[in-house]
């Protein structure tokens, strides 16, 4: 496993008024769905970053409003005149 340290000022952990374990979750989490909204990781390997299980990943991109199809427009009009 890496390990990744990230410095923040201080006043970020009062404004989000969180604990340093707490905001330790959140980027990781942050950082997992950013990635798997770009396309670099499977919902698999981002839900393992973010220390869930896949299912608790998938619903918390529906929460976060991350599209859990990661078809173009174009990809899911073709797929659909296949039918």
Not at 27 to 50: D, E, H, N, R, T
Not at 54 to 63: I, K, M, P, S
């Amino acid at each position: 496993m890496a390990t990744i340290t990230v410095d923040l000022p201080e006043q970020i952990e009062q404004a989000l008024n969180r604990t340093p374990g707490e905001m330790a979750r959140d980027v990781k989490l942050y950082a997992a769905l950013m990635l798997y909204q770009l396309g670099k990781l499977s919902s698999g390997m981002a839900a393992q970053m973010a220390g869930l299980s896949r299912v608790e990943f998938l619903y918390l991109c529906g929460e976060y409003g991350i599209s859990v199809f990661q078809y173009t427009s174009e990809e899911l009009d073709a797929e659909l005149a296949s039918d």
